[in-house]
Antibody
Framework: QVQLVQSGAEVKKPGASVKVSCKAS????????IQWVRQAPGQGLEWTAW????????NYAQKFQGRVTMSGDTSISTAYLELSRLRSDDTAVYYC???????????WGQGTRVTVSS | DIQMTQSPSSLSASVGDRVTITCRAS??????LNWYQQKPGEAPKLLIY???SLQTGVPSRFSGSGSGTDFTLTISSLQPEDFATYYC??????????FGPGTKVDIK
């Protein structure tokens, strides 16, 4: 079946980096965008980045510019989100989701909890 | 960036009620508007895409309408499993596919 499986929870210190993975299965990885969305405790959904796996093109939310890198490995159908210079307010659950601009994002990963604490 | 607003931020309703949530974009997004439902501890679930297209498997009591800057999600007869938070997301703009702040629907 179509699914996205994310890597496990992470605990990091302020100033460190984290790299979260999202492995796709059950469909052609290059046919759909992957977006990353985060949700801080008790807060709403915050769009972070997307990648077009076919072209490698990416786009990032302005607030993360310079700190975030999204990449993809088509050979293993996996997308990655790397966030550097972590701060306590980066503590959140990070979700990946597949989709298309015209069709919404229909399949979501289970979420990866990233905790930033000294 | 395109900004999204939603109203109300929360509402209380009873089973069987008709519920309407609105979403407004800061500029025209054509029909690139999606609606999601999220329950506590779960990932969001796509309900409506392209403003009014019902995602496969979603009950027909959910419907969407609108274009340009103003959009609406309607639940025709609220069911117990519909108590959740609802988010709109635009997938028109660059750089980002921004979300609205959410509307929490709880039991009256």
């Amino acid at each position: 079946q179509v699914q996205l499986v994310q890597s496990g929870a992470e605990v990091k210190k302020p100033g460190a980096s984290v790299k979260v993975s999202c492995k796709a299965s059950g469909y052609t990885f290059t046919d759909y965008y992957i977006q990353w969305v985060r949700q801080a405790p008790g807060q709403g959904l915050e769009w972070t980045a997307w990648i077009n796996p076919k072209t490698g093109g990416t786009n990032y939310a302005q607030k993360f510019q310079g700190r975030v890198t999204m990449s993809g490995d088509t050979s293993i159908s996996t997308a990655y989100l790397e966030l550097s210079r972590l701060r306590s307010d980066d503590t959140a659950v990070y979700y990946c989701a597949r989709g298309k601009r015209s069709d919404g994002f229909d399949i979501w990963g289970q979420g990866t909890r990233v905790t930033v604490s000294s | 960036d395109i900004q999204m607003t939603q109203s109300p931020s929360s509402l209380s309703a009873s089973v069987g009620d008709r519920v309407t949530i609105t979403c407004r974009a800061s500029q025209s997004i054509s029909r690139y508007l999606n609606w999601y439902q999220q329950k506590p501890g779960e990932a969001p679930k796509l309900l409506i895409y392209a403003a009014s297209s019902l995602q496969t498997g979603v009950p027909s009591r959910f419907s969407g309408s609108g274009s340009g800057t103003d959009f609406t999600l309607t639940i025709s007869s609220l069911q117990p499993e519909d108590f959740a938070t609802y988010y709109c997301q635009q997938s028109y703009g660059t750089p980002g596919f921004t979300f609205g702040p959410g509307t929490k629907v709880d039991i009256k």
